[in-house]
């Protein structure tokens, strides 16, 4: 099943499929590691549902609620 990183709820693991954007914001997500096949998951969202905090290649990350509506993953 297919969504995006947005819609995830706490605790649920994906892998990237495609990052929708293109320019900067591709880019930007690229230089921090969300790359097709990574894997991802997402450990808590802010009290007013931004940003996601995310756990990817072993580190946390902190994503935008809009840059993670880019995010297109496969969910496991």
Do not use: H, Q
Request: proline content about 5%.
């Amino acid at each position: 099943m297919e969504k995006f990183l947005k819609d995830f709820v706490p605790g649920e693991v994906g892998s990237v499929v495609k990052i929708s954007n293109t320019g900067k914001i591709k880019r930007r997500l690229y230089d921090m590691g969300i790359t097709p096949g990574a894997e991802i998951k997402l450990l808590k969202v802010a009290p007013m549902g931004d940003p996601l905090c995310i756990l990817i290649r072993g580190y946390d990350l902190s994503l935008r609620k809009d840059e993670a509506a880019e995010v297109l993953m496969e969910v496991k």
